[in-house]
């Protein structure tokens, strides 16, 4: 478990890290900028979200009875 959220955390932070960079370039106070934040920001908890699926359905967290 440790693992598969220590991943996850390192390509949300990727994500975000990769919008804030992307928004400086386009200018620090536009629209643009910010929605482009917000695509990556919710593209980063997708395929957080998605690791952690794959990780539990391959092997599970907790012990089913």
Do not use: H, K
């Not at 390509?11 to 482009?36: D, K, Y």
């Amino acid at each position: 478990m440790s693992a598969a959220v220590l991943i996850s955390a390192e390509v949300f932070g990727a994500a975000f890290a990769g919008g804030w960079a992307l928004a400086n370039v386009l200018g620090s106070a536009t629209s643009a900028s910010i929605a482009v934040q917000i695509a990556l920001f919710i593209v980063g908890l997708v395929v957080m979200a998605s690791f952690v699926r794959n990780a539990m359905r391959i092997e599970p967290f907790v012990a089913r009875d």
